[in-house]
T-cell receptor, first 109, second 113 residues
Framework: GQNIDQPTEMTATEGAIVQINCTYQ??????LFWYQQHAGEAPTFLSY????GLEEKGRFSSFLSRSKGYSYLLLKELQMKDSASYLC??????????FGAGTTVTVRA | IAGITQAPTSQILAAGRRMTLRCTQD?????MYWYRQDLGLGLRLIHY???????GKGEVPDGYSVSRANTDDFPLTLASAVPSQTSVYFC????????????FGPGTRLTVL
């Protein structure tokens, strides 16, 4: 099985940077995903890491260290619309995803 | 249809009743999934299907059944609903390549009284 931990809540100011950490313990690993979920909506894909290192996509970046079982999602130049839950998910060898409980990010003006 | 759809959007159901949640995708994805999302617990996998004609159990399969008669449709059935099945249900689909992500439907909010 998978055990995935991420902080429950984070608050940051508009224009700032926030880093959401995710640690995992898995019996198999085939990639790590980050999703964004606004309240009352479906999760949407943000990023994917399968090799160690940093993946950058506009204002969002995601980092993976497989040896440490650790990932983070970095949100830069925060905007009010970034207020949402961010879900860390690990994929096993059967292409099934296990999700963390999610981190709710609140952006203040 | 564009993407993945679910029906109904929401439903209030009496305990003991049978209910089928519908899910349809038009992306020709091989794999489809059903999750439930509860506050503080995140998304948990109920059942999945890697290809038409096959299904498998996820983390929380008890009380639910699925079928996959074709590529596009993946209905989830609650044979006899119980209050603990009150949740938001998301259907998702994905391709078979390593870099393929899962795409989620808009969800069904189910309340069992």
């Amino acid at each position: 099985g998978q055990n995935i931990d991420q902080p429950t809540e984070m608050t940051a100011t508009e224009g700032a940077i926030v880093q959401i950490n995710c640690t995992y313990q898995t019996s198999g690993f085939n990639g790590l995903f980050w999703y964004q979920q606004h309240a009352g909506e479906a999760p949407t894909f943000l990023s994917y890491n399968v090799l160690d290192g940093l993946e950058e996509k506009g204002r969002f970046s995601s980092f993976l260290s497989r040896s440490k079982g650790y990932s983070y999602l970095l949100l830069k130049e925060l905007q009010m619309k970034d207020s949402a839950s961010y879900l860390c998910a690990v994929r096993d060898g059967d292409y099934k995803l296990s999700f963390g409980a999610g981190t709710t990010v609140t952006v203040r003006a | 249809i564009a993407g993945i759809t679910q029906a109904p959007t929401s439903q209030i159901l009496a305990a003991g009743r049978r209910m089928t949640l519908r899910c349809t995708q038009d992306m020709r994805h091989n794999a489809m999934y059903w999750y439930r999302q509860d506050l503080g617990l995140g998304l948990r996998l109920i059942h999945y299907s890697n290809t038409a004609g096959t299904t498998g159990k996820g983390e929380v399969p008890d009380g639910y059944s699925v079928s996959r008669a074709n590529t596009d449709d993946f209905p989830l059935t609650l044979a006899s609903a119980v209050p603990s099945q009150t949740s938001v249900y998301f259907c998702a689909s994905g391709g078979s390549h390593d870099t393929d992500t899962q795409y989620f439907g808009p969800g069904t909010r189910l309340t069992v009284l």
